[in-house]
């Protein structure tokens, strides 16, 4: 390759998009757009056969185009050709599921106990989600954002010990606090159940102290038992959600430059004001980070609710889990899953905006 | 970063510590009772309270052929899908990363749905899918959901690796005549192995512990999870905390391994 | 007056077993003549016993089971899928039911316990039976309203009764129930009584009615079952209305809000099904609605705990035998129903799992095992237990259906 070439591929933006460009994205689009379509039964019969014989077509092409095209062609071709195989499974796998979810919401079941849903663009599910689980809903977030607070006000303080104050010991801490993440998620859960239990060391340790009716009036215990409560729930939920919030928190924690920290104390002493003004905003991308990743999946968690939990404390998880698994009513369960990823997206959104404004002053 | 010379700077310092390793030791609760409680001997089918020590689970941790049965059928799940998500992975990350080109910034966006979407919607819609095409639900379809949210996982992960890849590399390797297949396999290829090694590790642990999303699409196949899951109103035995604990220690080992590795590497490359 | 006595065995259940597993052997004799009376089937070439019972849990996990994934048996084994704790199994020297039953027909039988509720195994195997496919158990042991709604569904085929003479020895008032009415599609597996089963440790006291699950001092500490009939049919008694005559679901509402508001107010623990044994052993639950076999299995294992009829009523109820349509082990089926009806050997079933046996002249045979445990009211209901329990009314489908969705909203999920 000539030099002038390796100049070209350098150049970090393109300004114009080459004619190849175009045709390797828009192939990789059409493609992805065509599986998903025959994954969601948008097409059927001999559609579907002519979309895959589309699909097909399109890789040909592409092959034909790079190997007549010379070096360059294949350049540009190449990374539409390496994202193909993975973009295509997360088309079919990840897009069409839901799409056919969001049909499977707009459908009713025929009868009782009928196994197919029929789709008439019906709104009904919508509404009993609102209806009926309300408060399996309002619980689910309000769990869910406890959880993310106690998970900040854990991690964080020990994100930035292992930033600022690790030294060589950083990558093991690290690696310390990632190892819990290899243990099964559920028996996690289930060792909290045991050292929870009334019989167990917690509860003993709480009642030898005689502390048991300042928890009890802080409502985390509940008649001398700390587990089948809310706090029980909630304290599952940031346990294991907390490597989820540190780790993020220390990657921007650690990107930023000790110097910068230096100079700030010289500026601003006490060293409290150096933090806020500084490190702080600074870190903030890590804990919006940490908050998506903590907050999201918490709030469509059934599992601790299950084990930690008691009939007043199911989350909205643990219904749409009945209502697929047990009532066998999926599109009721679809309905309710979309209103979750819609209360979540609203709630992100309102969260990055927030943010945002924050950054601004 | 210079240490406060003040006494109520210091209290404050050494304060901010304590409540860390507080949160590490916090950390640490669950896991020391796993370990702990492998060695019970539990009076009745539940291994919650502890009555005696005892070396008998870890003589015979498959005792319970159910246990290990489900535990050997994640093991062969987790390994299938690993090795496809690593595969697809790993060429989304290389095309992210070495080429610039349109759509990067979408693409960036769309791999990223699917690890904010929770996986109980991940499960749910999947299981309709396979409903909608009268496919009963079991090992394929397990393997598939796996490989869904692998894939995701292991491009992010090993592209956020590889950002510091010298590809210039490459162009030298040409220069001196080599292939563009050469070039890949004997340069480039190594040199990303790492990442990519790590990235299949982390998903091979996110694949054997995953339970919401088998939930919704093992139909009656039992893995690790499912099963601990099912049998729990009737028993919980201490070969469970058997098989957990020996899935942690190999993960660390495997990580200390990658870490003595990586830590040579860098010495030896002052 | 209340019911609380436990049978006390004389001697313990496992030597109780080793003595009583001779008789059982004596009278297979005459079960496997009949049997091999029975049409030509090629089950009885194979020998050997399977590993029909797992002492800790079924040959299947439970909670997913063989009933979720669609196909027939391979055919030559009989897939019996049932409740925990519902049948006598091999150990300390006694045979198990099973392994007799395989030892003299030389049936090979797969048995799990894979129900926990009715309505999550209905669940697990509605998708394959609602489009027309079969599942792997060949039978399977419903409660009568279940098996009754399979039976309205046609999900169901009627039983090989013409293989089964000992069906003749089925309980007069069990002949052609409610939801049977032809009594062609079910027969029987036990029967039995929910009631009140508490931890004398834990509570401190005797209970003796439904009342005292509401009593503020056990809040956080009650469990209450999933099972709608059951929960709601104690608590409809102690509101003085007859479960057995109910029609409309204004007729409950009352007992329904009187749960909500329990629930509410935060007395209830858990809602379980058939898992509420082991909180109860603990003391995590002070006192639960239970049924009477298991709980009275357990108290042999822990004094402490107690099963009561409450006074304001309690339930009576019957589990059965049903093969889901496109089972193909019929005659194997037939020789397993046929061994369990004779009365020597469901009375080995009995003494163990202490319910109540659909099937006559099952107390004699137990006075011969256990004279003690023959007088056992809970195991042989006379007449003034027999007043004091109620079965639930056969639902229409759309009451049934208000009847579903006003529990489940309240038990919470």
Redesign the interface.
């Known amino acids: 390759?000539s030099a002038a070439d390796?100049e070209h591929d350098?150049?970090?933006?393109?300004a114009s998009?080459h004619r190849d460009?175009?045709v390797?994205?828009v192939a990789?689009?059409a493609a992805g757009v065509l599986i998903a379509a025959v994954?969601?039964?948008l097409l059927t019969g001999p559609l579907a056969t002519l979309a895959v014989a589309g699909l097909l077509a399109i890789v040909a092409t592409l092959v034909v185009m790079a190997i007549a095209g010379g070096p360059q062609a294949r350049?540009?071709l190449?990374?539409?050709g390496?994202?193909k195989?993975?973009?295509l499974?997360?088309a079919l796998?990840?897009l069409?599921?839901?799409f056919?979810?969001a049909r499977?919401s707009l459908s009713t079941l025929p009868s009782?106990?009928?196994?197919?849903a029929e789709f008439d663009w019906s709104i009904g599910n919508y509404t009993q989600a609102f209806r009926?689980f309300g408060p399996q809903f309002t619980r689910g977030f309000a769990y869910a954002a406890a959880a993310t607070v106690l998970c900040i006000a854990?991690?964080y303080?020990?994100a930035?010990?292992?930033a600022?104050?690790g030294g060589r010991w950083r990558?093991l801490?690290l690696?310390?606090?990632v190892?819990?993440?290899?243990?099964?998620?559920?028996?996690?859960t289930?060792?909290?159940?045991?050292?929870l239990?009334?019989?167990g060391p917690i509860v003993g340790a709480i009642d030898g102290l005689r502390l048991t009716s300042v928890f009890e009036a802080l409502q985390i215990m509940?008649?001398d038992?700390l587990i089948?409560t809310p706090a029980a729930v909630i304290g599952g939920l940031t346990?294991n959600f907390?490597?989820f919030m540190i780790l993020p928190i220390y990657v921007s924690l650690e990107k930023i430059n000790?110097a910068l920290?230096?100079a700030a104390?010289d500026l601003y002493s006490?060293?409290p004001s150096a933090f806020r003004r500084i490190v702080l905003p600074l870190s903030l991308p890590g804990v919006f980070a940490g908050t998506?990743l903590t907050f999201?999946?918490a709030?469509?968690?059934?599992?601790n609710a299950e084990?930690l939990g008691?009939?007043?404390t199911?989350m909205i998880?643990?219904?749409?889990?009945?209502q697929?698994?047990?009532?066998?009513d999926?599109p009721l369960?679809?309905a309710m899953?979309?209103v979750?990823?819609a209360v979540?997206t609203v709630a992100v959104f309102v969260y990055t905006k927030f943010l945002g404004t924050e950054e601004l002053s | 970063m210079s240490a406060p010379t003040s006494g109520r700077g210091q209290i404050a310092r050494w304060g901010l510590n304590v409540y860390a390793a507080l949160g590490l030791i916090y950390l640490f609760v669950p896991i020391a009772w796993i370990i702990w409680f492998s060695f019970n001997q539990p009076a009745g089918r539940y291994n919650i309270v502890w009555q005696r020590f005892t070396l008998d689970n870890w003589s015979d941790p498959f005792a319970n052929s159910d246990l290990t049965g489900a535990f050997v059928e994640s093991l062969k799940i987790a390994a299938i899908s690993t090795s496809i998500a690593t595969v697809l992975g790993s060429l989304i990350a290389v095309a992210l990363s070495r080429y610039s080109f349109r759509g990067a910034s979408g693409l960036n966006l769309f791999l990223v749905l699917p690890l904010t979407t929770p996986e109980i919607v991940l499960g749910s819609s999947l299981a309709t899918l396979f409903f909608d095409w009268d496919v009963s639900r079991g090992f394929t379809t397990v393997i598939i959901a796996h490989v869904m949210f692998q894939v995701s996982f292991v491009a992010l992960t090993v592209r956020a690796r590889v950002r510091g890849f010298d590809w210039t590399l490459e162009l030298a390797a040409q220069d001196l005549g080599a292939t563009p297949m050469r070039t890949f396999w004997k340069i480039t290829f190594p040199l990303i192995l790492p990442g990519i090694l790590a990235a299949a590790l982390l998903s091979f642990a996110l694949s054997i512990d995953d339970f919401i999303i088998t939930l919704f699409n093992a139909g009656s196949l039992s893995t690790f999870p499912l099963y601990i899951n099912g049998s729990f109103r009737v028993q919980f035995p201490p070969q469970a905390n058997v098989l957990a604990t020996m899935v942690l220690v190999a993960s660390v080992g495997l990580l200390m391994v990658g870490v003595v590795r990586s830590s040579r590497r860098n010495a030896s490359d002052r | 007056m209340t019911s609380s006595d436990r049978p006390r065995p004389p001697f313990d259940r496992r030597q109780f077993l080793r003595r009583s597993s001779a008789f059982g052997a004596a009278g297979l004799s005459l079960p496997a003549l009949l049997a091999a009376c029975g049409g030509d089937d090629d089950e009885g070439a194979s020998t050997g016993a399977t590993g029909g019972t797992d002492e800790t849990t079924g040959a299947t996990s439970p909670g997913t089971g063989g009933a979720s994934s669609p196909g027939g048996t391979g055919g030559d084994e009989l897939f019996f899928e049932n409740w925990p704790e519902y049948i006598d199994l091999t150990e300390d020297g006694a045979t198990g039911t099973v392994d007799r039953f395989t030892e003299a027909t030389g049936v090979a039988m797969r048995y799990t316990d894979a129900f926990n509720d009715n309505v999550e195994y209905f669940a697990l195997i509605q998708p394959a039976l609602g489009s027309g496919e079969t599942i792997e158990p060949d039978i399977i042991a419903p409660t009568s309203w279940l098996a009754g709604r399979l039976i309205t569904l046609g999900w169901v085929d009627k039983l090989p009764l013409d293989q089964v003479p000992n069906a003749a020895n089925l309980r007069p008032d069990l002949q052609q129930p409610a939801w049977d009415p032809t009594g062609e599609y079910s027969l029987p597996w036990q029967t039995g009584l929910t009631g009140i089963a508490y931890n004398l440790d834990a509570t401190g006291r005797e209970l003796t009615r439904t009342e005292d699950l509401f009593d503020p001092a056990f809040r956080g500490k009650i469990g209450m079952l999933t099972e709608m009939r059951d929960t709601i049919g104690l608590i409809l008694q102690h509101l003085g209305v007859d479960p057995s005559t109910i029609t409309s679901f204004d007729e409950a509402a009352e007992a329904f809000e009187m749960l909500a508001q329990a629930k509410a107010d935060g007395q209830i623990r858990a809602f379980t099904g058939n898992d509420y044994l082991d909180d109860l052993s603990t003391g995590n639950f002070a006192a639960c609605i239970g049924w009477s076999g298991d709980v009275v299995q357990l108290a042999l294992e822990n004094p402490a705990v107690r099963f009561i009829i409450p006074e304001e009523g309690g339930n009576s109820w019957a589990d059965t035998m049903v093969m889901p349509k496109g089972a193909d082990s019929r005659d194997a089926a037939a020789e397993w129903m046929n061994f369990v009806y004779d009365p020597v050997q469901a009375a080995q079933i009995t003494a163990y799992v202490q319910f109540v046996s659909p099937v006559a002249g099952v107390r004699e045979e137990v006075a011969k095992l256990d004279p003690e445990l023959a007088e056992s009211p809970l195991l042989f209901p006379d007449e003034e237990m027999l007043s004091n329990v109620k079965g639930f009314a056969n639902l229409g489908e759309d009451v049934e259906a208000e009847f579903d969705a006003a529990f489940s909203d309240i038990i919470g999920a």
Not at chain 1, 10 to 14: D, I, K, L, Q, T
Not at chain 1, 112 to 116: L, N
Not at chain 1, 190 to 195: D, H, P, R, T, V
């Open positions: 390759m390796a350098r150049e970090p933006a393109r998009t460009e175009l390797g994205l990789l689009i994954g969601m039964r350049r540009r190449a990374p539409y390496l994202l195989p993975g973009i499974w997360l796998f990840y069409a599921p839901l056919t979810l499977e009782r106990f009928a196994v197919q009926d854990i991690g303080p020990l930035y010990v292992i600022f104050r990558n801490l690696g310390l606090v190892l819990p993440f290899f243990t099964s998620y559920l028996i996690r289930i060792a909290w159940s045991s050292l239990a009334d019989s509940d008649n038992r089948n346990y907390l490597p000790p920290v230096e104390k006490p060293a998506l999201i999946p709030a469509g968690d059934f599992i084990y008691n009939p007043n199911t998880g643990n219904s749409i889990q009945d697929f698994l047990v009532q066998n999926r369960a679809a899953s979309f979750l990823m979540i």
